[in-house]
């Protein structure tokens, strides 16, 4: 597990709970290594350059597809998101930008 996109234990932490148990059919791929391909992919751009390291692209785009229709990425986006520490937790969100002149090419500053 050391090249491309991996959850950490953190954000796996706070997922693991949304997922899908006891569905019916075949035994699942394990769910960490797809949703990390799945997050993978999203950020590359193609179901078709998957490493193998995540599992086959095919099993892959189907678990994304399927929890797509169930509406769990949503779930499992905002819990994602919600473990994001903000950069600047002490900067007001009314910090004010101080407005630049305008600049005049010939004359330099307008007044």
């Known amino acids: 597990m050391s090249t491309g996109f991996w959850l950490s234990d953190r954000a796996w932490a ?21 949703i990390s391909g799945i997050i993978h992919v999203l950020r590359i751009g193609r179901w078709q350059d998957c490493p ?34 903000p950069r600047h937790p002490h900067l007001p969100c009314s910090v004010k930008v101080n407005h630049v002149k305008p600049v005049n090419p010939v004359y330099g500053y307008v007044t």
Do not use: K, V
């Open 52 to 85: 193998p390291a995540y599992g086959p692209p095919t099993t892959i785009y189907n678990r994304f597809n399927r929890w797509s229709l169930r509406g769990l990425w949503r779930r499992i986006f905002a819990a994602l998101a919600a473990q994001i520490e």
């Open 14 to 34: 706070a997922i693991e709970l949304l997922l899908p148990t006891n569905r019916p059919g075949a035994r699942r791929a394990d769910d960490h290594r797809a």
